[in-house]
Every structure is written in C-alpha cells, then in structure tokens.
C-alpha cells in the first residue's frame, strides 16, 4: 500500500496569515498518463470531508482560490495564502494511483 | 446538484450484519464509480472500496474483502454496503463518495454489546 505521510499534525494559525502542508507519498503518484493522483481534502467540524483540490494543483469547483496545491512525484504541499475563520478543520491528502485508495493521518488547523 | 444521501444511524450487536444505502441524485448514476470510507471515532479516513454501478464491478481494501460486499441499484439510484460479522472496532462514521468528488452527509454506526 502508498504510505501517505502529512506534516505537522497540527497547526495553529493566526487569521490572515498563511499556512502549508505538507504530504508525502512512499511512491510516485505520476501516472503514464501524466497525470498525478493527489488530492486534498477539508473535514469541517462535525461534516463530511469536502475536496479542495485534484490532481495536485486543480482547485474543485467553488474553492476559494486562497488554497493552491503545487508538487510533484512524491511530495505535495496546500498552501492557504491567508487563513480565514471558515478554513479550520482537519485536512486530508489522499492518493488515487494505485489501490487502496490512502489518505494521510490528517492536519488539525485551528485558529490562533 | 449532486446529493448523496444515506440511511440512518444504526446501533448494532457484535456479530451482526449492518447495511448501509447512499441514494444518489443529480448526475446520471452510472457515470460515476461509488467509493465507501469509513472514519472511526477521533481517527482519520480509511477507504473500504467501490463500485462501478454501470457494471457492479468491485473493488476492496483488502482487510475488508471477507466481511464487505458493495452493491448498486441503477432503477433506484442507489449504492449498498453490508459489512458482516460486526465487532466493535468497526464503530465508525461510514460515508459514501461519488468518485471521492461528492460524499454522503455520513451513518454513524455503533457496535455494542
């Protein structure tokens, strides 16, 4: 199985300032079809997880664009430009590439 | 727009079976694979498996292949899961995913004696 391996596990964040995460993977998520199959998820207090972004970098619809994805191969990071009271939660990378489907162990962003 | 809705809380004893649906609307049913995650209290994310409901074809996390089967109903729009033989470290929210895009509102499930 894809071992996914996000850092920290926690962050405490002042509203307006940024944030990243990071995720690595223990393979490469490049497909031959040149696509790679990393995702990021938000899990709100108490709701379903809801994806932000797909295929590393492409935001789904209706993310604000304050979230970007950027990596590749085996490492991955979600950046949130400026931090707003909305976005806490835990956050999940997942990969898709090769099955089972793995997430990360999760990172807690709460506000300062 | 795409909804995903799921049967109810259930409370069931150890060695029970338990069946979980997840009614699907607003994008043609078989076009997307239906994916099932589990989430156990305090705990991450953990993939079961999926469906593709155009052919029923399955696909299962190994540690779940002998007590999970996944169906899919394409005259009602719906996604199944039973999962056998209950204990209760399978306690968990069990959600349903249209390709990991759109998820369920979420059944928790209880296992106790």
């Known amino acids: 199985d894809i071992v996914m391996t996000q850092t920290p596990p926690s962050l405490s964040v002042t509203p307006g300032q940024p944030a990243s995460i990071s995720c690595k993977s223990s393979?490469?998520?490049?497909?031959?079809?040149?696509?790679?199959?990393l995702y990021w998820f938000l899990q709100k207090p108490g709701q379903s997880p809801q994806l932000l972004i797909f295929e590393v970098s492409k935001r789904f619809h209706g993310v604000p664009d304050r979230f970007s994805g950027s990596g590749s191969g085996t490492d991955f990071t979600l950046k949130i430009s400026r931090v707003e009271a909305e976005d806490v939660g835990v956050y999940y990378c997942m990969q898709s590439i090769q099955l089972p489907i793995t997430f990360g162990g999760g990172t807690k962003v709460e506000l300062q | 727009q795409v909804q995903l809705v799921q049967s109810g809380a259930e409370v069931k004893k150890p060695g029970a079976s338990l069946k979980v649906s997840c009614k699907a609307s607003g994008y043609t049913f078989t076009t997307s694979g239906i994916s099932w995650v589990r989430q156990a209290p305090g705990q991450g994310l953990e993939w079961m498996g999926g469906?593709?409901?155009?052919?029923?074809?399955?696909k299962y996390a190994q540690k779940f292949q002998r007590r999970v089967t996944m169906t899919a109903d394409t005259s009602t729009n719906t996604a199944y899961m039973e999962v056998r033989s209950l204990r209760s470290d399978d306690t968990a929210v069990y959600f349903c995913a249209r390709d990991t895009l759109d998820w369920g509102q979420g059944t928790l499930v209880i296992v106790s004696s």
């Open positions: 469906i593709n409901p155009y052919n029923g074809n399955t």
């Open positions: 393979q490469s998520l490049l497909n031959s079809n040149g696509k790679t199959y």
